[in-house]
């Protein structure tokens, strides 16, 4: 248990000092993880809602963090080049993160145009019963991200090391809400001293 908790631990803090330096990337995160948790709270009683929460609001919120405000050259403060960045990524780098959210995007016009998603369901006759599906296809895409990448960890590392990756996955909104509270304060922070300056 020991292995695992410093595991863990690793898993954390590669990815919050690699990832994280930007406080919009942090205050996306913050948001991020409070609608996961609503999400998860939602996921026995409404699990459609729970899916659309978790893409279109965590998602969105925690992915555009990461493409847009951090910085991808060199990292000055871990003396570290991006490629190193991505090849320690234990679990979704940017690339694995271009492919997942490619299918993320291709879902709702595949459904469109295809009601039944290749006989999985009946077709929708109106927007409710399109986006149960969609919530549905989403929902499942989203455990299958994970068990893919955990299952794959498997062989390519070991078995510890991909559980210790899904713990750390599951866990992280409530991580990320302890390291991220002051995150948007921060930020506004920074925001009025440049003002100043």
């Known amino acids: ?14 990815d919050h000092r690699f990832y994280h330096h930007s ?16 999400a998860y709270s939602l996921i026995f009683v409404d699990p459609v809602k729970a899916a659309l929460i ?11 963090g990461h493409f847009f405000f951090e910085p991808l050259g060199y990292d000055e403060e871990n003396k570290v080049s991006n490629e190193y ?7 979704y780098n940017l690339k694995r993160k271009v492919v997942l959210l490619s299918i993320w995007a291709f879902i709702p ?22 986006i149960d599906h969609l919530g549905i296809l989403w929902l499942s895409l989203g455990v299958g991200g994970l068990l893919f990448r955990t299952v794959h960890l498997f062989f390519i590392r070991d078995v ?12 992280d909104p409530y991580h990320d809400i302890k390291l991220y509270h002051r995150a ?14």
């Open 1 to 14: 248990m020991k292995d695992f908790l410093c595991a863990l631990q690793t898993q954390r803090w590669d």
């Open 23 to 38: 406080r919009v990337n942090q205050t996306l995160h913050l948001i991020s993880a409070i609608s996961f948790l609503i």
């Open 54 to 64: 978790g893409w279109l609001i965590s998602m969105v919120t925690r992915q555009s």
């Open 85 to 91: 960045k991505e090849a320690v990524k234990v679990g």
């Open 109 to 130: 016009p595949a459904l469109w145009l295809n009601p039944t998603m290749f006989g999985l369901f009946d077709a929708h006759t109106d927007m409710g019963g399109y």
């Open 160 to 171: 510890q090391t991909g559980l210790v990756w899904l713990t750390k996955i599951l866990t």
């Open 184 to 197: 948007p304060l921060l930020l506004l922070r920074d925001l009025r001293a440049r003002e100043a300056t």
